[in-house]
């Protein structure tokens, strides 16, 4: 199970911290994925942590400015994203991936960016 | 733009069979690597509904089914029901994307009509 902290409302140029807390399996055993999804349309990979070692890889199109962590006594994952535009107004998802696919989602953070 | 495509929409009367494709290119699909699916009911997360291109997680009633042939894939619903009235989304590896080789198709709106 994932579950992920609530909405969010910031102003342009602030940041946002997303919690994914995870629970039934061994938190380190998978890795947390994370998932862009803008109002009305499809789904967009951002990157994704290692949970065992903590290792990263960001998409380029968000790659300097949203930063995955993870607290493995806390079996939980976490996205940072600054420098916020409107255009950041989504829902984020994390997923668990197993092999290439999610098999496991967080009901999802609804961020919205306005002045 | 994705580099999975899908139609925007497709419908069908309850009871009716229903199929969605999902047509890819040879960095992907048809490189071999496997199609998901994914069922997102209005405004809820999205659901694994079929992985490596037709197998359903435990749960997944058997009348969602999926294949993969080539380049492209399928997913089908037998016996529309009200509740199928959703997105939905597949998904793929792409070895040409290094920077984000996680792809997912525009998604498809199934209306029970």
């Known amino acids: 199970q994932l579950v992920q902290s609530g909405a969010e409302v910031r102003k342009p140029g602030a940041s946002v911290k997303i919690s994914c807390k995870t629970s039934g399996y061994t938190f380190t055993s998978y890795s947390i994925h994370w998932v862009r999804q803008d109002p009305g349309k499809s789904l967009e990979w951002m990157g994704w942590?290692?949970?065992?070692?903590?290792?990263?890889k960001y998409s380029h199109k968000f790659q300097g400015r949203v930063t995955f962590t993870r607290d493995t006594s806390a079996t939980t994952a976490y996205m940072e994203v600054s420098s916020l535009e409107s255009d950041d107004t989504a829902v984020y998802y994390c997923?668990?991936?197993?092999?290439?696919?999610?098999?496991?989602w967080g009901l999802g953070t609804q961020v919205t960016v306005t002045s | 733009q994705s580099v999975l495509t899908q139609p925007p929409s497709v419908s069908g009367a309850p009871g009716q069979r229903v199929t969605i494709s999902c047509t890819g290119s040879r960095s992907n699909i048809g490189a071999g690597y496997d199609v998901y699916w994914y069922q997102q009911l209005p405004g809820k997360a999205p659901k694994l509904l079929i992985y490596?291109?037709?197998l359903r997680p435990s749960g997944v009633p058997d009348r969602f089914s999926g294949s993969k042939s080539g380049s492209s894939a399928s997913l089908a619903i037998a016996g529309l029901q009200a509740e199928d009235e959703a997105d939905y989304y597949c998904?793929?590896?792409?070895?040409?994307?290094?920077?984000?080789?996680?792809?997912f198709g525009p998604g498809t709106e199934v209306t029970v009509v």
């Open positions: 998904q793929s590896y792409d070895n040409t994307l290094s920077n984000s080789p996680f792809v």
């Open positions: 997923a668990r991936m197993t092999g290439l696919h999610f098999d496991s």
């Open positions: 942590i290692n949970a065992a070692n903590g290792n990263t």
């Open positions: 490596a291109n037709s």
